[in-house]
């Protein structure tokens, strides 16, 4: 099993910045690919970015392209996500994910965190 646990989310206003964190622990020997996606009420589960455990490669999806940066930081099996020029439409839960192959459906993830909430008012 692994276990992830993100925090970190909150309140912000348009254009600030929040830093999500993603405690990755357990068998993390089996995980290839951590991704974060994001879900807001009545929508579907949205593929944000994903980073090889390796933290040697990574892929936005284009909605956050040039505003978020996801890092790893492999001695402490922590996954950052740095969420700069927040817009209301980044409103949403946030959550990290653990996955044996690197992709961006959401489907294709094993283990889940709780998620955390993301507001961004206006």
């Known amino acids: 099993q692994v276990q992830l646990v993100e925090s970190g989310g909150g309140l912000v206003q348009t254009g600030g910045s929040l830093r999500l964190s993603c405690a990755v622990s357990?068998?993390?020997?089996?995980?290839?690919?951590i991704g974060w996606f994001r879900q807001a009420p009545g929508k579907e589960r949205e593929f944000v970015v994903r980073?090889?455990?390796?933290?040697?490669?990574?892929y936005y999806a284009d909605s956050v392209k040039g505003r978020f940066t996801i890092s790893r930081d492999n001695a402490e099996n922590m996954v950052y996500l740095r969420m700069n020029n927040l817009k209301p439409e980044d409103t949403a839960a946030y959550y990290c994910?653990?996955?044996?192959?690197?992709?961006?459906?959401?489907?294709?993830?094993?283990?889940w965190g709780p998620g955390t909430q993301v507001t961004v008012s206006s």
């Open positions: 994910a653990a996955g044996g192959r690197s992709s961006s459906d959401y489907q294709r993830y094993s283990y």
């Open positions: 357990g068998r993390t020997f089996s995980v290839t690919t």
């Open positions: 980073i090889s455990w390796s933290g040697s490669n990574t």
